[in-house]
């Protein structure tokens, strides 16, 4: 897991890149089924471990989860420091799960 400033920093990092607002929501997991992708219905939650968050990707811990025009994952390799995010369409996310 990452601290809270850790996390806000990426936020306001990835407004910057993307060029949009992202909500300060704290997303813990979303469920997705990629209808135009290939890659498989899956569950992603912040601090586990995934491959295949898009065709061929490494395994790599969710750092944080966002949630604006689209829902974006950052790993400690996507969504930080300048890099695009994996990211998801609204209409592939079956369920999100929000930290209380």
């Known amino acids: 897991m ?3 400033e850790r996390r806000e920093k990426i936020r306001l990092d990835l407004e910057k890149f993307m060029g949009v607002r992202i909500a300060k929501k704290r997303i813990k997991s979303i469920e997705v089924n ?3 992708r290939s890659v498989p219905r899956m569950f992603v939650r912040v601090g586990e471990k995934y491959g295949g968050l898009e065709p061929g990707a490494p395994e790599e ?3 944080a ?3 604006s025009t689209l829902f974006c994952v950052c790993t400690p390799t996507r969504g930080v420091d300048g890099t695009p995010p994996y990211y998801f ?4 996310i ?3 799960e929000e930290k209380k």
């Open 2 to 4: 990452i601290s809270d």
């Open 89 to 92: 369409l609204r209409e592939d």
């Open 61 to 63: 811990e969710v750092l």
């Open 34 to 36: 990629p209808r135009q």
């Open 65 to 67: 989860i966002f949630e």
């Open 94 to 96: 079956v369920s999100v």
